[in-house]
């Protein structure tokens, strides 16, 4: 079983920027960030393999939002820059143990708590 406990998350006006982190207790294969509007479908925003690097992104993030990671302390970092209102939502990181990682969130076995992120007009 691994854990994951994210950080990061907080109010800011549009075009600003936060940087969300979310620490595994263990390895995983792939690691994902998703987010969840109130009213809305869980959405993946991003995700990366993390013996490769490999990286995808939503359309609707791309550009403006980039995953990476810290494979010496199991940490998965999300970078957000020029957020807008429509980036509010409950962000939540999750991880694969392994075979094909993509942005469906059924694909994943391990969620974190989440951590809220609100952006201001």
């Known amino acids: 079983q691994v854990q994951l406990v994210e950080s990061g998350g907080g109010s800011v006006q549009a075009g600003g920027s936060l940087r969300l982190s979310c620490v595994a207790s263990?390895?995983?294969?792939?690691m994902g960030w998703f987010r969840q509007a109130p009213g809305k479908e869980r959405e993946g925003v991003a995700r990366?393999?993390?013996?490769?690097?490999?990286?995808v992104y939503a359309d609707s993030v791309k550009g403006r939002f980039t995953i990476s990671l810290d494979n010496a302390k199991n940490t998965v970092y999300l970078q957000m820059n020029s957020l807008k209102p429509e980036d509010t939502g409950m962000y939540s990181c999750?991880?694969?143990?392994?075979?094909?990682?993509?942005?469906?969130?059924?694909?994943?076995?391990?969620w974190g708590q989440g951590t809220q992120v609100t952006v201001s007009s």
């Open positions: 990366v393999y993390t013996n490769s690097g490999n990286t």
């Open positions: 263990g390895y995983t294969y792939c």
């Open positions: 999750a991880a694969v143990r392994g075979g094909y990682c993509g942005l469906q969130a059924q694909l994943y076995n391990y």
